[in-house]
T-cell receptor, first 114, second 117 residues
Framework: QKEVEQDPGPLSVPEGAIVSLNCTYS??????FMWYRQYSRKGPELLMY????GNKEDGRFTAQVDKSSKYISLFIRDSQPSDSATYLC??????????????FGKGTLLTVNP | GAGVSQTPSNKVTEKGKYVELRCDPI?????LYWYRQSLGQGPEFLIY????????DSGLPNDRFFAVRPEGSVSTLKIQRTERGDSAVYLC???????????????FGSGTRLTVV
C-alpha cells in the first residue's frame, strides 16, 4: 500500500460544477497537507496548504483535512475550463527533520467542459 | 530569474549513455530539491540540497544517480549508464529555506523530459 492514495480519474465535469478531489494516507506523521495543480508539460504549482486538521478557503477553492480519518479533500466551486489540469495532493511530516520531503499522490486529471 | 529554470526541456538519449540535467533556482533560494515524475505518477523525492551540501539523498534510486550544487545555486543531476526505466520527467524545485513542509512555497520548474531509447 502506498503512503498516499489518490484516484487518478480522469474526471470530466461541465463548466460551473462543484468538483471534489480527495486523497487518503497511511502515515500518521504527516502534518502538512498541500494541493498542487499541474498543467500539461508544466511543473506543479502550489494551490493550497493546510497544517494539521481543519478547513481552509481561498476564492473558489476549499481544502479540508480530517486527520482522524486520514482523508483530505479539495473542493472547486463554479469550475472553469481553465481549471482543467492534474491535481496532486502532497504531504509532509512536521518532525524528524524531514519536513521538506513531500510525498505526492498520483494526481487526478480533471477536465472542465465549456 | 523569476522562476526555476531547467535545461534541457527535453532530452533523448541512448541506453547506456551519460546525461546531465541542469537546474537554475530562484535567486536567493537556499534550498533546492530534485523530484522524478514517471508517467501517470506523482513526483517522487530524489535529493535535497541546503546550500552546497546534499542534506538528504535518500531518494536517489541507485549509485548511477548523482547530483551536485557546487556554488549553492545551480544544480546538476547526473545519470550514468542510463536505462530505459530512467525515462521520466525530472523536476527541480527551490524554496527560500527548507521551512515547515511546503508552506513557504516550493516553486517547481517545468522539468526535463528524459527519454532513454
Amino acid at each position: 500500500q502506498k503512503e498516499v492514495e489518490q484516484d487518478p480519474g480522469p474526471l470530466s465535469v461541465p463548466e460551473g460544477a462543484i468538483v471534489s478531489l480527495n486523497c487518503t494516507y497511511s502515515n500518521s506523521a504527516f502534518q502538512y497537507f498541500m494541493w498542487y495543480r499541474q498543467y500539461s508539460r508544466k511543473g506543479p504549482e502550489l494551490l493550497m496548504y493546510t497544517y494539521s486538521s481543519g478547513n481552509k478557503e481561498d476564492g473558489r477553492f476549499t481544502a479540508q483535512v480530517d486527520k482522524s480519518s486520514k482523508y483530505i479533500s479539495l473542493f472547486i466551486r463554479d469550475s472553469q475550463p481553465s481549471d482543467s489540469a492534474t491535481y496532486l495532493c502532497a504531504m509532509s511530516p512536521n518532525s524528524g527533520g524531514s519536513n521538506y520531503k513531500l510525498t505526492f499522490g498520483k494526481g487526478t486529471l480533471l477536465t472542465v467542459n465549456p | 530569474g523569476a522562476g526555476v529554470s531547467q535545461t534541457p526541456s527535453n532530452k533523448v538519449t541512448e541506453k547506456g549513455k551519460y546525461v546531465e540535467l541542469r537546474c537554475d533556482p530562484i535567486s536567493g533560494h537556499t534550498a533546492l530539491y530534485w523530484y522524478r515524475q514517471s508517467l501517470g505518477q506523482g513526483p517522487e523525492f530524489l535529493i535535497y540540497f541546503q546550500g552546497t551540501g546534499a542534506a538528504d539523498d535518500s531518494g536517489l534510486p541507485n549509485d548511477r544517480f548523482f547530483a551536485v550544487r557546487p556554488e549553492g545555486s545551480v544544480s546538476t543531476l547526473k545519470i550514468q549508464r542510463t536505462e530505459r526505466g530512467d525515462s521520466a520527467v525530472y523536476l527541480c524545485a527551490s524554496s527560500l529555506t527548507a521551512g515547515q513542509g511546503a508552506n513557504y512555497g516550493y516553486t517547481f520548474g517545468s522539468g526535463t523530459r528524459l527519454t532513454v531509447v
